[in-house]
């Protein structure tokens, strides 16, 4: 995508005319209670190239560390450098506004290490309708995932040690099947297994005390993975004015 846009990073293609880095940044800056923005890039110099960013270095309300290999191994990286509670989103994450931001810590579960924010279904393709997305079909309904986690505590790094064993595993189903347990798949598959026995059956297998937090608001799903999704971005963005 970055070199159909012209542009040296993904992070760098403009949505609405703005640098998708640039609006996940200001969102993150207008956002009560959200400390300093560490933004995880393969080299700094890259995202200094935007000089909303690099102002905003300058100034020492951002900074940087390098990626890793993975998603998975970036986010070790930053809870071993920057401890918990980490709040993590993505760089792709075009339409990120404040409230929802604010909604997510507000509803953050007490006695949680890893909280994930999703929208339902129905939330979804009100705000976006037509859209295609990646859904997670549970037996009591369907969500997608919004690119929103609060590492909580300490113990959150056993979920991202899942998160990189997924990583390795995920095109050797026999290992997924070992890794996450043969009956849970199954009931996933059948369309038996609830949310919070997902959750319960991930906190196992991490030793974490994971939980969800349900955004109602649709776009909140909608990242930038494919054109069509920087197409319905500029879309929903022109729609805000």
Do not use: Y
Request: aromatic share 4%.
């Amino acid at each position: 995508m970055a070199v159909a846009a012209g542009v040296e990073h993904k992070a760098l293609i403009p949505a609405g005319g703005v640098p998708m880095l640039v609006r996940v940044v200001r969102a993150l800056e207008a956002t009560p209670g959200v400390g300093r923005i560490v933004v995880c890039i393969e080299d700094a110099a890259i995202a200094r190239q935007l000089p909303e960013i690099a102002a905003a270095a300058d100034a020492g309300r951002l900074a940087f560390l390098p990626a890793a290999g993975s998603p998975s191994l970036s986010v070790a990286a930053a809870l071993a450098e920057l401890g918990t509670p980490l709040l993590v989103t993505t760089a792709d994450h075009a339409l990120l506004r404040p409230e929802w931001v604010t909604h997510f810590l507000d509803h953050l579960p007490p006695g949680t290490d890893v909280v994930a924010a999703v929208a339902r279904a129905d939330a979804v393709m009100a705000a976006a309708p037509g859209t295609r997305r990646t859904f997670l079909r549970f037996a009591d309904g369907a969500v997608s995932g919004c690119n929103l986690f609060c590492m909580a505590t300490p113990a959150a790094k056993g979920a991202v040690a899942l998160w990189r064993e997924v990583e390795i595993h995920r095109k050797r189903p026999l290992r997924m099947v070992r890794l996450l347990g043969p009956m849970a798949l199954l009931r996933f598959a059948l369309g038996r297994l609830t949310l919070a026995a997902a959750l319960q059956r991930f906190g196992r297998i991490a030793h974490v005390r994971a939980a969800v937090v349900t955004l109602p608001f649709g776009e909140a799903a909608v990242d930038v993975d494919k054109p069509d999704d920087l197409t319905l971005a500029e879309t929903l963005l022109r729609r805000r004015g």
